[in-house]
């Protein structure tokens, strides 16, 4: 399918999975009403992406803001083959083909569904079957990534890693997520059971303030926060 709304440029995707409406939710909603909208009035100058899927955030962000560096941190090889697709000829993002952690490593993702519907999902963190489809990504220490790439401040942080959310934030330098200026991504139920989302937003509570949205019908919580400093 090609972009027609946004950049006229082919978008790439899984036929009969997921990325149909992950699409659906970023792309082709009015801007107001998609998923990483945010009410922005600077323009941002780096914006990263953890958990970057097939690249459809990165499309969004590259539209509304050309001139934003943007790194993307996939470590799931199918995703990675739709992503480079979805990212050629963007000169300004930068792919790192692996998830940021507290420390480098390798880590058995599984897939979040049998049926293979949902393939872009896979997680570290919950409680698959064993018989799940599953495969071994490489993780790398965020503060060191940052480092290595001249990161220390940071204008919008998306976030959609599977449930790993309070981990990478976490293993954040505190310094560096207390400058973040925007977060958007979303929570993932199945944290209900062990308070993780609740962990989550405490820890973040310090500097930012939430907007947090469920429909009857999404599974997740899209969170969006905006750092204290900005009002």
Not at 114 to 122: E, L, T, V, Y
Request: net charge negative.
């Amino acid at each position: 399918m090609t972009w027609r709304s946004g950049d006229g440029k082919p978008v790439y995707f899984r036929r009969g999975t997921s990325d149909v409406y992950l699409i659906y939710d970023i792309l082709l909603k009015p801007a107001g009403k998609c998923e990483y909208w945010l009410p922005i009035t600077e323009k941002p100058k780096i914006i990263l992406d953890v958990g970057a899927n097939i690249g459809i955030a990165a499309r969004f962000f590259h539209f509304h803001f050309p001139s934003a560096q943007i790194h993307l941190f996939e470590p799931i090889k199918s995703n990675l083959e739709v992503l480079k697709k979805n990212i050629q000829g963007i000169d300004n993002c930068v792919l790192h083909e692996f998830g940021l952690a507290s420390e480098d490593g390798e880590i058995k993702f599984a897939m979040t569904s049998r049926d293979g519907k949902n393939q872009g999902s896979f997680s570290a963190f919950s409680n698959f079957s064993n018989d799940f489809p599953s495969e071994i990504g490489h993780v790398k220490a965020a503060n060191n990534t940052f480092k290595e790439n001249s990161i220390d401040e940071i204008d919008i942080l998306k976030i959609d890693a599977e449930g790993a959310e309070f981990d990478i934030l976490a293993a954040m330098d505190k310094n560096v997520l207390a400058k973040t200026k925007w977060i958007v991504g979303e929570l993932h139920s199945e944290n209900l059971e062990t308070n993780e989302i609740w962990r989550t937003l405490d820890y973040l509570s310090e500097w930012f303030d939430f907007e947090i949205r469920k429909n009857f019908s999404l599974k997740n919580f899209v969170f969006k926060a905006k750092n204290k400093l900005l009002d």
